[in-house]
């Protein structure tokens, strides 16, 4: 079962910063959240990672709560590209990746 | 850099037939996973490969088995198809098989079982 916990969809405006946050209240301490996407017929696509601190790449930023309960996935301005299924995971060691239902992002033109 | 390569992308078998998926991983990665998606159950671990040995398998019957060759590809082969074997395949290739080893996903092979 995954361990995470996400809404099923969100609108979010073209240009905007979408937020899609996630519930991990059960995590463990050295479990990391994963962050992956699926754009429609297109195997998942990596995004970011996070274990403690807030990270930042070219695609997005992680913001993950002080306590590691939660954590919010920040894309800073949406595109139509951008429209896809965000997966929130959590997993450590050798354990592989469980994918949940995740939420399904629109980006509203 | 290529990415994962996985062929062939789209494939119709019949129900009680056999069938192989064949996953080229990334240049340099050494561990290979294989998914399966469908509607109804979404995305789940059929089983992981490194350095030709299976690491870890999900809950599938033994209808479902893998190997992977000494250059890191990979095959997975289902035999006696059923109709609910009709999914995306997918493989996804990382460098080892700690979950800090980001996993690339390839396209996927679509498995339809008429």
């Known amino acids: 079962d995954a361990k995470t916990t996400q809404p099923p969809s969100m609108d979010c405006a073209e240009g905007r910063a979408a937020n899609l946050p996630c519930n991990h209240s059960?995590?463990?301490?050295?479990?990391?959240v994963y962050w992956y996407r699926q754009i429609h017929s297109q195997g998942p696509q990596y995004i970011i990672h996070?274990?403690?601190n807030n990270e930042t790449n070219e695609m997005a930023s992680l913001i993950i709560t002080e306590d590691r309960k939660s954590s919010t996935l920040i894309l800073p301005h949406a595109t139509l590209r951008d429209t896809a299924v965000y997966y929130c995971?959590?997993?450590?060691?050798?354990?592989?990746?469980?994918f949940g239902t995740g939420t399904r992002l629109t980006i509203i033109p | 850099k290529a990415g994962v390569t996985q062929t062939p992308r789209y494939l119709i078998k019949t129900r009680g037939q056999q069938v192989t998926l064949s996953c080229s991983p990334i240049?340099?990665?050494?561990?290979v996973s294989w998914y399966q998606q469908t509607p109804g159950q979404g995305l789940q671990f059929l089983f992981e490969?490194?350095?030709?040995?299976?690491?870890n398998k999900g809950n599938f019957p033994g209808r479902f088995s893998g190997r992977q060759f000494s250059n890191s590809r990979s095959e997975m082969n289902v035999s006696t198809l059923e109709l609910g074997d009709s999914a995306l395949y997918l493989c996804?290739?990382?460098?080892?098989?700690?979950?800090?080893?980001?996993?690339?996903f390839g396209p996927g092979t679509r498995l339809t079982v008429l």
């Open positions: 996804a290739s990382s460098l080892g098989p700690r979950i800090t080893d980001t996993q690339y």
């Open positions: 059960t995590i463990s301490g050295n479990e990391y």
């Open positions: 996070g274990l403690k």
């Open positions: 995971i959590a997993a450590f060691g050798n354990e592989k990746l469980t």
């Open positions: 240049s340099g990665h050494r561990s």
């Open positions: 490969y490194f350095s030709e040995t299976q690491r």
